[in-house]
């Protein structure tokens, strides 16, 4: 009832740019919280970009300034466009569907209580 789909990885040069792009598909009846997140390779996943309850965009750190996060043009997109690509930027990144506070305190929905992954999209930078 939630799929994920991560395109938009590959190999760059240190100061490149990349965007990645989720497509997902949510037939599910509830309401999600949508996150980019990375694992770099031998660390744990971390939070990279989301969206407040305003609609806001926030970014980890480490990215801000040099991360955008968008929802997509086409329906149920939604894309990270990275620019100044450094080489600590390399990792696995995914896209997350997970419950939103106020889901979690008003349902008992397994479903709509869940979080959920795509199979991530791995970018490579070069220095």
């Known amino acids: 009832q939630v799929q994920l789909e991560e395109s938009g990885g590959g190999s760059v040069q240190a100061g490149g740019s990349l965007t990645l792009s989720c497509a997902f598909t949510?037939?599910?009846?509830?309401?999600?919280?949508m996150f980019w997140y990375r694992q770099p390779p031998g660390k744990e996943r971390e939070l990279v970009s989301g969206?407040?309850?305003?609609?806001?965009?926030y970014y980890s750190d480490s990215v801000k300034g040099r991360f955008t996060a968008s929802l997509g043009n086409a329906k149920n997109t939604m894309s990270l466009h990275m620019n100044n690509l450094q080489p600590e930027d390399a990792a696995t990144y995914f896209c997350?569907?997970?419950?939103?506070?106020?889901?979690?305190?008003?349902?008992?929905?397994?479903?709509?209580?869940?979080?959920?992954w795509g199979q991530g999209t791995q970018v490579t930078v070069s220095s």
């Open positions: 997350r569907a997970g419950p939103t506070p106020s889901t979690l305190q008003s349902t008992t929905n397994r479903i709509c209580r869940a979080v959920y």
């Open positions: 949510i037939t599910a009846p509830c309401q999600f919280g």
């Open positions: 969206w407040d309850k305003y609609g806001a965009a």
